[in-house]
């Protein structure tokens, strides 16, 4: 019956990509590949639709609805905001990243022709952010076990008491990735400007 009354009838045969979110080339594609007939209904009736107000704030639309839709605590929406904020920052740190380097960061390939000099240092960098992204997966991981408490999640204390004994570790990975692209926007309007300046003379 929902391969004929799904909006999206061609993802029903593949609702999930277990490699995408076991080894994930971002944390975006966790998003995606975690169940996607949910990601494209979430995508076409929030994120779309709330786009006008900024790719911030659909984003963060998107997830929220995303935490309601899945249940009432505080243990599955820690997780899933979290994950935005992990993914927000790496595609921010990805696209400063792209310009400073002179290569292709994203963690899809382009559709459009290549210009980049520099595309040597796309797979090392690549596979550092599969490596970071299996430690946020694993960190995130730690909150689920077989508990029959698990049936209703976990309080908000109990939640603070997993992060707390693996010191934050995964957020503070957010939030020097965070630094980093504060650090690299800086850096590539600092070059810029030479440039712009000579096309102007």
């Not at 730690?142 to 997993?162: A, C, H, K, T």
């Not at 850096?187 to 810029?192: D, L, P, V, Y």
């Amino acid at each position: 019956i929902y391969l004929y009354l799904s909006p999206f009838p061609s993802l029903c045969d593949r609702v999930a990509e277990p490699a995408q979110v076991e080894i994930p080339k971002s944390m975006s594609r966790v998003a995606i590949s975690w169940n996607r007939p949910m990601h494209f209904w979430l995508k076409t009736y929030i994120y779309k639709k709330s786009r006008g107000l900024g790719q911030f704030v659909a984003a963060l639309f998107t997830y929220t609805a995303s935490s309601i839709l899945h249940g009432i605590n505080f243990q599955l929406p820690a997780v899933l905001l979290s994950i935005f904020i992990f993914s927000y920052v790496e595609a921010r740190l990805r696209e400063e990243l792209a310009v400073y380097l002179d290569c292709c960061m994203g963690d899809r390939k382009s559709r459009e022709i290549c210009h980049h000099s520099n595309n040597a240092f796309r797979r090392a960098i690549n596979g550092l952010f599969v490596l970071i992204n299996v430690i946020q997966l694993a960190y995130l991981g730690v909150l689920f076990d077989s508990s029959p408490i698990q049936v209703e999640g976990y309080s908000w204390l109990n939640v603070l008491r997993y992060w707390t004994d693996l010191y934050w570790c995964g957020h503070l990975l957010a939030l020097i990735g965070f630094l980093l692209t504060y650090v690299l926007k800086r850096a590539n309007a600092a070059r810029a400007q030479p440039q712009a300046k000579h096309r102007s003379d």
